[in-house]
């Protein structure tokens, strides 16, 4: 059955932009008034089957259980970090979690383990609206990070640079030799051996974020990094 | 700028000091994205106004007891600098911006869903480089790009613009100089896509009839507007597609 439509699968809509009647159901970043659905945000529409979605363009992370983030820490309190997750809300991270047993005030040295501006790799354990989310570091591969350097990337980019079934990440880690962590809050940890490596990744990922919306994207970040890595590597390039 | 009042504001062609019609917007050009550390931000120069919009949040709400339980809270700071008129203004909010900046407000605010992101503050911050009557409309009108291209999402974007009366006749988008010595001023913020009036101002007087022909032209106006707003707003991505894709 083919339902009446207003653009285009994958055309760019701004919000207000009239994508279908009612015969649709609402998906992400959509709203329906008096039987018509809209766009809410800046994005690429797609019609899936009786649904009809946005891909936003541009948009701030909102916490969701189970995601892995990489945050700062901005506040220490009373046993407890304040972590800035790029959300509308801060994290918290329990003392307890991080010691893994009883926090003791009295001599527990919270700044010696985490300090203010620090960044640490952790996972929503639980969010809902009315409560700050809270994190674990209690898994394997979280807690502070020590070295390598971090890229901020609009959160809506995210699975671009995962690539279909990690296609796209698992080309970057070969082609850089980095180790590569993807916070689905957008922040990006990128750790390799040499800081011309790293230096490589980040501008690679900043070419994916730039070039999200477009087609073919996975093939022309791997000619781009093959030559890069050939010549004279240009780190001036990343302002 | 001269402020001296011209002999005649409109020329017996119907033509008005800057060479435009009766209905005809002044030239405008908007940008999005030019500003780096604000979340969102947008640029507009309309005739001579020059406004720049900058968008954080939503983020926690400071002071903690402004934060409502079920609702973000909007906040727009409408600033002119000291530079922006013809005699320096003081930089201190007066009582006109602090106005504007309420009005602004409750323009934008049925178009943001508030409701999604309870307990935090969306700050808008407009600062009026340069004024040529009008601000009010053109600061609606950036404002909402900029609210946009900070991902937060909308009902749908809101156009403004000006109608008012200048010696006897009904004119679109006023200047200053028509604001002042004009006998009447009506600024409207529409929403396209639910025909919605989101601000509706007058001073001056109009009779029923004549108000009646300037809202229908300042909502023609807003159309202009609209369509370049979303004109805008895809540019930036549309550009980058069309550079990849060849």
């Given at each position: 059955m083919n339902l009446p439509v207003f653009y285009e699968k994958r055309d760019i809509v701004t919000p207000g932009d009239l994508l279908a009647d009612d015969d649709y159901e609402t998906g992400e970043n959509t709203y329906k008034e008096d039987g018509k659905i809209y766009a809410t945000r800046v994005g690429l529409v797609e019609y899936e089957g009786h649904r009809v979605f946005v891909v936003a363009l541009k948009a701030f992370y909102v916490p969701s259980v189970g995601d892995m983030v990489i945050g700062k820490i901005i506040e220490l309190g009373l046993g407890s970090w304040l972590v800035d997750?790029?959300?509308?809300y801060p994290g918290v991270l329990r003392a307890s979690d991080v010691f893994n047993r009883p926090f003791r005030p009295q001599r527990d040295d919270m700044p010696h383990v985490l300090d203010v501006g620090d960044m640490v790799k952790a996972k929503i354990v639980a969010y809902d609206r009315t409560r700050a989310p809270l994190l674990t570091v209690?898994?394997?591969?979280?807690?502070?990070?020590?070295r390598g350097q971090i890229v901020e990337v609009t959160p809506t980019k995210i699975p671009r640079i995962i690539g279909r079934k990690g296609s796209m990440i698992t080309m970057l880690k070969q082609e850089t030799n980095c180790q590569i962590t993807v916070g689905q809050n957008g922040v990006v940890h990128v750790r390799g051996r040499s800081p011309e490596d790293e230096q490589l990744a980040v501008i690679a990922i900043h070419k994916i974020e730039e070039e999200?919306?477009?087609?073919?994207l996975t093939d022309r970040v791997t000619q781009m990094v093959r030559k890069e890595k050939g010549g004279v590597v240009n780190v001036s390039k990343e302002a | 700028m001269s402020q001296k009042k011209p002999e005649?504001?409109?020329d017996k062609d119907g033509v008005?000091?800057?060479?435009?019609?009766?209905n005809e917007l002044r030239p405008t050009k908007i940008e999005v994205g030019?500003?780096?550390?604000?979340d969102g931000s947008a640029y507009i120069e309309q005739g001579k106004n020059k406004i720049l919009a900058a968008v954080y949040g939503?983020?926690?709400?400071?002071?903690?007891?402004?934060?409502?339980p079920d609702r973000a809270l909007l906040r727009c700071r409408y600033h002119m600098a000291p530079?922006?008129?013809e005699e320096r203004k003081s930089p201190a909010p007066s009582r006109r911006d602090i106005e504007l900046s309420k009005v602004i407000t409750e323009a934008l605010e049925p178009a943001v869903?508030?409701?999604?992101?309870?307990r935090t503050s969306i700050d808008t911050f407009i600062e009026i480089?340069?004024?040529?009557?009008g601000t009010r409309c053109a600061s609606i009108t950036v404002a909402s790009l900029a609210l946009a291209d900070a991902g937060i999402p909308m009902r749908g974007l809101v156009a403004a613009c000006a109608a008012g009366k200048v010696e006897g006749r009904l004119v679109l988008d006023l200047t200053d100089v028509e604001d002042k010595e004009g006998e009447a001023d009506l600024p409207l913020a529409w929403m396209p896509n639910l025909n919605a009036i989101t601000l509706l101002q007058m001073d001056g007087s109009l009779t029923i009839d004549e108000f009646e022909q300037a809202v229908n032209m300042a909502v023609e106006g807003c159309k202009q507007v609209s369509e370049l707003q979303k004109e805008t707003l895809k540019a930036k991505y549309v550009a980058v597609k069309e550079e990849v894709e060849e």
């Open positions: 997750i790029g959300a509308p209690r898994e394997p591969d979280l807690g502070k990070i020590e999200a919306h477009t087609s073919g | 005649k504001l409109i008005r000091l800057d060479g435009r019609g009766f030019v500003l780096a550390n604000a939503p983020k926690e709400a400071h002071p903690k007891h402004l934060a409502m530079f922006s008129v869903f508030v409701e999604y992101y309870p480089l340069q004024a040529d009557g």
